[in-house]
């Protein structure tokens, strides 16, 4: 069983036990309970429901495992001939959740 969930613009294909890394949601605390209510759609044992946009009465629960870092990115701006150049870094926060159920 799976299903698909829009989460912050995103899709995530989702099972459960399943961990996934989320952009980050700053109210959550490691241990709370978040209900995922835009499911877009849900297969189990070959039947599939497609949500027109999402699929009614349908849930995703899952638990917040904690907050985590991404990967450092440089972004580097630099005009030729001009000696003008410009360094910055960004490193995006994620929020670690575990799949616990998929209610239809």
């Known amino acids: 069983m799976y299903a698909v ?8 294909k989702v099972e459960p036990g399943e961990s996934i ?30 949500g027109a946009p999402t699929v009614e009465n349908a849930k995703v629960i899952s638990e917040v495992q ?21 360094k910055r870094g960004h490193r995006q926060k994620y929020t670690k959740i575990k799949i616990k159920e998929i209610v239809t």
Do not use: C, P
């Open 5 to 12: 969930i829009k989460e912050r613009g995103k899709q995530y």
């Open 21 to 50: 890394e989320i952009d980050l949601k700053e109210d959550a605390k490691k241990g709370d309970t978040l209900e995922h209510t835009d499911v877009l759609m849900v297969s189990n044992d070959g039947e599939t429901q497609i």
């Open 66 to 86: 904690g907050h985590t870092k991404g990967k450092k990115l440089t972004v580097m701006k630099f005009r030729r001939r001009k000696d003008s150049r410009t």
